[in-house]
């Protein structure tokens, strides 16, 4: 029997988030605070916990968590 991928509530997880094309889009200070206003309404709102993230000029990696009544697969969705 294969092994499930699975999203489990308060896990821990290495994300990757990548711009179509790996186009440089944020090297301009307007998207970057565009992303950063995001993962900071998720955290205050969501239940988004962040222990580490970097933000690239055309990608995103987050070390992130959720509460345990929160869904990591719901913020994502709406981040």
């Known amino acids: 029997m294969?092994?499930?991928?699975?999203?489990?509530p308060g896990g821990l997880y290495f994300l990757t988030m990548t711009v179509v094309d790996w186009v440089?889009?944020?090297?301009?200070?307007?998207y970057k605070h565009i992303i950063v206003d995001a993962l900071r309404f998720c955290q205050e709102n969501k239940g988004l916990r962040l222990h580490a993230w970097v933000l690239m000029s055309n990608h995103l990696h987050l070390i992130a968590s959720t509460a345990e009544d929160k869904n990591l697969s719901d913020i994502l969705r709406d981040f």
């Open 2 to 8: 294969g092994i499930k991928n699975r999203i489990v």
């Open 24 to 30: 440089n889009i944020f090297t301009r200070p307007v």
